[in-house]
């Protein structure tokens, strides 16, 4: 007969079972998304992918992080024959992956109770109810609908089996100490080296199982003090120890990027303290309207005193410390603190990203629900009547919450209106929406938004690059003075952006391929130098390099190799790249300077890269190159 324990214990699964299914049912309305903002950046090389050497090289071809994030790429490689077609395919493993993250982190949470000496059925209670919450949190639905977020998932995704096994592991230390030990750093290595393959935030896993240790989880009895702080200092703190080096290392900011972003270090630090209340405040309310990645960016802020950035930037570190002081007087709250403060190390510190993304939370945010889901459902009887009715309250309203917002995702043409009106600062959501407007009213109603927007936001007047490629491939013979005109007046003061160099490639491509009044590969030139000009980007060595890129293809099209081939070299200079080894090998053998090509290969073949992936495919490449070259030398005997 079953006791009512173990039935309580039965419900609760079979409520976490409906649970799954009902984020599964919240997410399908997204279904109907599209590719959006670094989705093409990042994955267009799955349009080329035909086999497995093709897949390889789209896998060692990432440049989404320094060591280029090839596992969560290699993910991607499955959905390649719906790449630009199907976004569908790619959301189902999106969703599929959050699922699973859900099931592990559930797992995970279940035993971190049971190591705190919870019963099993409290222990089982409490881990469904924080997943559950976690899984249809609306904040973190950016995560899984913005496609190239799989590399944060993924890597969440290796973090939290890394983490599940760790727990299992350290819950058998007392009876088997040498063991348990092995496998809990085998459990770390392996999982900090797969999550970070995904996505580099994956270094964190140690610094938050270091939380762990700190604030929830008893010393081993049967492991000599010595010995596990021994163990702890190389395994856990050493990696706390090296980023924060990182971190270090990384301040000050240089002046072209401080240029570039518009913030220094200290800015960051203090923009980042108020952003981190909105992500928990949205993540209380979870309202659709006030989510997603079309937002404007935050106001950097530049004045410490103001006294709401006083209070943000002075509770964080009052927070930090009575955590660290109170940590086994108050354990659940220096949990939530310390594991929110940690997940957030990397992404909202001083490395120089943008000011705000939603998908940073989707760790960050456990340690906060695991917190108050534990303070309910193992308090007083008063928070546990309470939680009876917080609790499913609060999986509804979230499941509402989480339908309505990708109910909107999943209308892209109709979102990206409701965006451009929600935010009419924001520039993404105003070309957004003028993309559609391209295609479905035509190119006269999208010059007239961005026009628009250009004449409101003239930080942002690069855009005229695009409006005048628009008027060039639908409009010819007009007359383009005016728009040329403006464009050499604004460039010299707009902000940094590398969407300006791909809207003066788009627009190269446009002239050389038919006529435009007013418009040749000179005066594209001419609008380059102009924005090269720019201090914002006259100080970026990548946009230099992109500068040089596209002379040598404008000087190649008009048949001046001696230039293109100076561009080139100047351009090999800031950094070589596979694409430059193609466009200088390709250009000498064009030309038939056979032994020039084959000594560049051998340069190239001397200062391969130092990450040993690419390494790889860079000499790959190269040989590649190399036989291209022995059948054009033949072809000419």
Known sequence: MIDDQTKLTQQTLLGFRAVLLLAWFCYQ??????FQLDDTSNLEGLGRVEDLGTAMEFVLSGQAGPIGRPLALLSFVPQADSWGTDAAAFLRVNILI?????????????????????????????????????????????????IVQRMTTLSAAFMLLGLASYLAARSTINDRPVRALVAMTVSLVVATTLATLCKESGVLLPVLVLVLEATLLDRPTAVAMRRWRAWQGVFLWLPLLLILGYLAGVVPYSESLVLRRNFTAMERLLSEA?????????????????????????????????????????????LLFAAIIWRRRFPLAAFAVLWFLAGHLIESTVVP?????EHRNYLPMIGPIFAVSA????????????????????????????????????????????????????????????????AEEGPLRALQTIDNFVLEQPQHAYLRIQELNLLCMHAPERDHSQVIAELERELPQVDFTYTAGKMLSQLFDTVAGGRCNGVDGSRVTALAEILRANPRYAANSAYKQFHHKLLAAIA?????????????????????????????????????NFEAAHEF??????????????????????????AYLYELEAGTQ
């Open 556 to 592: 190649r099209h008009r048949g001046d190799d001696a230039t293109s081939l100076d561009q080139l070299r100047r351009a090999i200079a800031y950094q070589p790249s596979s694409e430059l080894n193609m466009m200088m090998v390709t250009a000498l053998g064009g030309g038939g």
């Open 375 to 438: 303070a309910l459902l193992l308090g007083s009887s008063r928070w546990r009547r309470a939680a009876m009715l917080v609790v499913p309250a609060y999986v509804l309203v979230s499941a509402y919450h989480l339908f309505s917002f990708s109910s909107l995702w999943g209308e892209p043409s109709l979102a990206s209106r409701y965006w451009a009106l929600q935010y009419p600062g924001s520039v993404r959501a105003v070309t957004n929406m003028a993309s559609f407007q391209l």
């Open 29 to 34: 309305p997204a279904l109907g998304g599209a």
């Open 601 to 626: 290969i051998d340069d190239a073949l001397i200062n391969v890269p130092r990450n040993p992936l690419k390494a790889a495919q860079w000499r790959q490449d190269l040989e590649g190159l190399r």
């Open 98 to 146: 959050h699922l699973l993250n859900a099931a592990v982190l559930a797992w995970s949470l279940f035993m971190l109770a049971r190591l705190r000496r919870v019963d099993t059925q409290k222990a089982t209670i409490v881990a469904l109810v924080a997943a559950s919450a976690w899984v249809l949190m609306p904040l973190l639905a950016t995560a899984s609908l913005l």
């Open 353 to 357: 990203l943008e000011l705000y993304f």
């Open 274 to 318: 108020q952003i981190l209340w909105v992500y928990l405040q949205k993540a209380l309310l979870g309202v659709p309207a006030n989510l997603g990645i079309y937002q404007p960016p935050p106001a950097i802020v530049r004045d410490p005193l103001q006294p709401l950035v006083l209070i943000a930037w002075l509770s964080w570190p009052a």
